[in-house]
């Protein structure tokens, strides 16, 4: 059984719990809408810098200063495809553990296999910085000195972690912090 629960420009949330014998897995998925903007202005980008690539090596000499022009079309280019992220996916297996997954647009995926006798218990946690101010769900795990983000490379939304801690709380059998909870719930219905 699949259902959308939360959506905004930048993302969407889905919830995946299925029946029979794969009750026990569930899987919350925070995917990355396509833009088209996004994308034109990322291959008109890459396609602007390859040009001026072009030019320089063709219809200049080739000396130092137009390799160094070269290496500084190439950070930009590099740098208009920064965010390659398509999906970030928490798979919950209560008797086994937690696989954190991210996947790019080129197909690659990455995934972690954290022990469900390993995690002590699930945070939200609020980063503020002086420019911005974002939502996080970590792990605090049994001999780490860090906290283990959940969703690493993508910011989503509070209304759409929440649920993802509720499960992580019921799966790592921890009590979540009700007054933790009524602050989430009223801070996501803000937004």
Known sequence: MSRGLASN???????LNGKGPSEAIDVHDITVKKSRLRIFSSYSGAAVFLTATLYLVVLKELCISSIWSILVCFSLAKVVHHKPVKKESVVIMPAFGVQLETH????????????ISKI????LNECVTPVT?????ALILRDEDELTLVFQKLQPPVRMLVPVWKALCAATECKG?????????????KK
């Open 120 to 123: 002590l218990k699930p945070v």
């Open 177 to 189: 912090n009700q007054h933790h909870l009524n602050l989430c719930a009223r801070n996501s219905a």
């Open 133 to 137: 101010c974002h939502w996080s769900l």
């Open 104 to 115: 790019y647009w080129s197909g690659r995926v990455i995934r972690r296999f954290i022990p």
């Open 9 to 15: 420009s930048k993302y969407s949330y889905t919830h």
